[in-house]
């Protein structure tokens, strides 16, 4: 009797799954999807998500004498771009004339840094800098041999480390003025909470906690002293998995604590950023959803009456890939080159505008970084998607009928007021690189801001036909380009560079001739048309193939 009660709990679900199945498949509604969009259920406006770029390090002098890629600017979306650790940490990060000299603890050299920052300002963006990791001179047990490479340690002088904050400070708005400055954003550390980023001696959590708060308000001071009281400066936590000690403990600090510099109630604070990555294209984390980790500091800040911060991640996305190169399977950009990308992009930008969530910081959008090659599938996504900031968060509510296995097929749609267009951005992903199963979608849209007669509609399809990175596969199969070939994962779409594509013959090949062909592989063509518009009402289809997104955009 056990062994048939056993037998039955299993066979009597998969008999109800294989009906369900049968059911859909019989009712003609397998894989085919319905949403109805209406414009005029409103929600929340629309940021710019796509606003932030990230760079390890100013080593090197990425931004002086940059110039656009006037083909492919991802500066006409990019707002911000955030130096990370720019003011200590190791001798190339430490801003003196000689960062080794413990004797002289006041030859600040910021040159380096206002040479960058001017670059950044001539495109047309504006500079968001890391502040907080402390000098190499400024802590008597400095080292970087510990976590990411820089000192982890907090100044044994944090008088003497203000002087430092404050003169970078003061040196900026020399340079820049005092209005320009107030328009860029300050952060103190990466990742504030997680060890390997800053400890005590003992790594005791209620010590480094309280380092870190003194940390920040010093630092936070020191720019109001130089810059002006309005300095819009935050801080970039983990979250997504626990560290060393609980972002409340900060947050409360900034509320209510007794400011270590001041003697205050209360420090400044603007924003609050976290750390997202999930493991793998085959692979979520095992800590929080996105959601989770921005509503997890969030809900502490507005606990203690925050209620006006901006929230972003300031680091993230995917962090290795499925294949490794020679010496790690990391991702350089945190992306992959496959259409899987456009898609999953598309999977967290949904949850970030019904969440209400500002920005994801990126690592690059072209094969050459930020100013050289050719676009990738999430350059094409950041332009579409940005288009949609401003706009009007409006319902759309899917019908359940549609079944892909194992899949995601859903859609988020806007309004803007001031030019009277309705966005749409719909995909059909899985959390696997192989995926090949259609989607048909069909949109009922009510936007009773359009008048009767006809609109335009202009479809911008992301797919493969986009995409050099299909292309690059294939090529590299044909010249015999193996894994070997690459330092890091040959699954990051960013070639151009040594990290990925290491090996001199390949890179000699890669250059002299494949990279020219896949500019005509990357372009994404909009196809225009006109729809008919009767009381409001608008009927749209469209196939999405396996990791396929589209936006839609409907004018008069």
Same mark, same amino acid.
């Given at each position: 009797?056990?062994?048939?009660?056993?037998?039955?709990?299993?066979? /009597?679900?998969?008999?109800?799954?294989?009906?369900?199945? =049968?059911?859909?498949v019989?009712?003609?509604?397998f +894989?085919?999807?319905?949403?109805?969009v209406?414009?005029?259920?409103?929600?929340?406006?629309?940021?710019?998500?796509?606003?932030?770029?990230?760079?390890?390090?100013?080593? !090197?002098?990425?931004f002086? +004498?940059?110039?656009?890629?006037?083909?492919?600017?991802?500066?006409?979306?990019?707002?911000?771009?955030q130096?990370?650790?720019?003011?200590? #940490?190791?001798?190339?990060?430490d801003?003196?004339?000689?960062?080794?000299?413990?004797?002289?603890?006041d030859?600040?050299?910021?040159?380096v840094?206002?040479?960058n920052?001017?670059?950044?300002?001539n495109?047309?963006a504006?500079?968001?800098l890391?502040?907080?990791?402390?000098?190499?001179?400024?802590s008597?047990?400095?080292?970087?041999?510990?976590?990411?490479?820089?000192?982890?340690?907090?100044?044994?002088?944090?008088?003497? %480390? %203000?002087?430092y904050i404050?003169?970078?400070?003061?040196?900026?708005?020399d340079?820049f003025?005092?209005?320009?400055?107030?328009? $860029?954003?300050?952060?103190?550390?990466?990742? %504030?909470?997680?060890?390997?980023?800053?400890?005590?001696?003992?790594?005791?959590?209620?010590?480094?906690?309280?380092?870190?708060?003194? =940390?920040?308000?010093?630092?936070?001071?020191?720019?109001i002293?130089?810059?002006?009281?309005?300095?819009?400066?935050?801080?970039?936590?983990?979250?997504?998995t626990?560290?060393?000690?609980?972002?409340?403990?900060?947050?409360?600090?900034?509320?209510? !604590?007794?400011?270590?510099?001041?003697?205050?109630?209360g420090t400044r604070?603007?924003?609050?950023?976290?750390?997202?990555?999930?493991?793998?294209?085959e692979?979520?984390?095992?800590?929080?959803?996105?959601?989770e980790?921005i509503?997890?500091i969030?809900?502490?800040?507005?606990?203690?009456?925050? +209620?006006?911060?901006?929230?972003?991640?300031?680091?993230?996305? =995917?962090?290795?890939?499925?294949?490794?190169?020679k010496?790690s399977?990391?991702?350089?950009?945190r992306?992959? #080159?496959?259409?899987?990308?456009?898609?999953?992009?598309a999977?967290?930008?949904?949850q970030?505008?019904?969440?209400?969530?500002?920005?994801?910081?990126? $690592?690059?959008?072209?094969?050459?970084?930020?100013f050289?090659?050719?676009?990738?599938?999430?350059?094409?996504?950041?332009k579409?998607?940005?288009?949609?900031?401003?706009?009007?968060?409006?319902? *759309?509510?899917?019908?359940?009928?549609?079944? /892909?296995?194992? #899949?995601?097929?859903?859609?988020?749609?806007?309004?803007?007021?001031?030019?009277?267009?309705?966005?749409?951005?719909?995909?059909?992903?899985? +959390?696997?690189?192989?995926?090949? *199963?259609?989607?048909?979608l *069909?949109?009922?849209?009510?936007?009773?801001q359009?008048?009767?007669?006809?609109?335009?509609?202009?479809?911008?399809k992301?797919?493969?036909?986009?995409?050099?990175?299909?292309? $690059?596969?294939?090529?590299?199969?044909?010249y015999?380009?193996?894994?070997?070939?690459?330092?890091?994962?040959?699954?990051d779409?960013?070639?151009?560079?040594?990290?990925?594509l290491?090996?001199?013959?390949?890179r000699?090949?890669?250059?002299?001739?494949?990279?020219e062909?896949?500019?005509?592989?990357?372009?994404l063509?909009?196809?225009k048309?006109?729809?008919?518009?009767?009381?409001?009402?608008?009927t749209?289809?469209? *196939?999405?193939?396996?990791h396929?997104?589209?936006?839609?955009?409907?004018t008069?």
């Open positions: 009797m056990k062994i048939l009660k056993k037998v039955l709990c299993v066979v /009597i679900p998969v008999l109800i799954i294989v009906g369900a199945f =049968l059911g859909a019989g009712a003609g509604v +894989n085919k999807y319905t949403f109805t209406d414009a005029e259920k409103k929600g929340n406006v629309l940021s710019n998500t796509v606003s932030n770029v990230n760079i390890w390090s100013i080593e !090197g002098n990425p002086v +004498n940059a110039q656009i890629n006037e083909e492919n600017n991802i500066f006409e979306f990019v707002e911000y771009v130096f990370m650790q720019c003011s200590g #940490g190791t001798e190339a990060r801003l003196f004339k000689d960062p080794l000299d413990k004797t002289v603890l030859d600040y050299d910021f040159t840094l206002i040479e920052c001017r670059g950044i300002v495109i047309g504006k500079p968001m890391k502040l907080g990791s402390v000098p190499l001179k400024y008597k047990n400095a080292t970087t041999e510990h976590g990411f490479g820089m000192n982890p340690y907090p100044p044994d002088d944090y008088d003497v %480390y %203000y002087d404050y003169a970078l400070g003061k040196a900026l708005v340079e003025g005092k209005e320009e400055v107030l328009s $860029w954003r300050f952060g103190v550390m990466t990742e %504030y909470e997680n060890a390997d980023w800053f400890i005590t001696e003992g790594e005791d959590p209620d010590k480094t906690a309280e380092a870190y708060c003194k =940390l920040y308000d010093y630092t936070v001071e020191a720019l002293d130089a810059i002006g009281k309005d300095v819009f400066v935050g801080a970039h936590s983990m979250t997504v626990e560290g060393l000690w609980d972002e409340e403990i900060f947050i409360k600090h900034c509320a209510e !604590g007794k400011n270590y510099k001041t003697g205050k109630t604070l603007c924003y609050l950023s976290a750390s997202f990555y999930d493991y793998s294209p692979e979520y984390t095992t800590g929080k959803t996105l959601p980790t509503d997890y969030r809900d502490i800040a507005e606990k203690y009456g925050f +209620n006006d911060l901006i929230y972003g991640i300031d680091e993230g996305r =995917l962090l290795v890939g499925t294949t490794s190169g010496d399977d990391e991702l350089l950009t992306t992959v #080159g496959y259409l899987y990308q456009a898609a999953y992009n999977r967290l930008t949904k970030m505008f019904v969440n209400n969530i500002d920005y994801f910081s990126a $690592w690059s959008y072209l094969s050459g970084g930020f050289g090659g050719n676009p990738t599938v999430s350059y094409h996504f950041a579409r998607a940005y288009e949609m900031a401003g706009s009007t968060l409006v319902e *759309t509510k899917a019908d359940k009928k549609g079944i /892909i296995f194992g #899949g995601e097929v859903d859609a988020v749609s806007a309004f803007n007021e001031e030019d009277n267009t309705l966005h749409i951005m719909a995909y059909n992903f899985k +959390n696997t690189l192989e995926y090949n *199963t259609e989607a048909e *069909t949109f009922n849209v009510n936007v009773p359009l008048k009767d007669g006809k609109a335009q509609l202009t479809v911008y992301i797919d493969d036909n986009c995409n050099y990175f299909d292309e $690059w596969v294939a090529d590299r199969e044909a015999g380009i193996g894994d070997e070939c690459f330092a890091w994962s040959p699954d779409p960013e070639i151009d560079n040594t990290v990925t290491s090996d001199e013959n390949a000699k090949i890669y250059f002299d001739e494949l990279r062909k896949y500019g005509e592989c990357s372009v063509e909009p196809q048309e006109t729809v008919t518009v009767k009381d409001g009402k608008i749209l289809d469209i *196939t999405l193939g396996g396929e997104v589209v936006f839609y955009e409907i008069q």
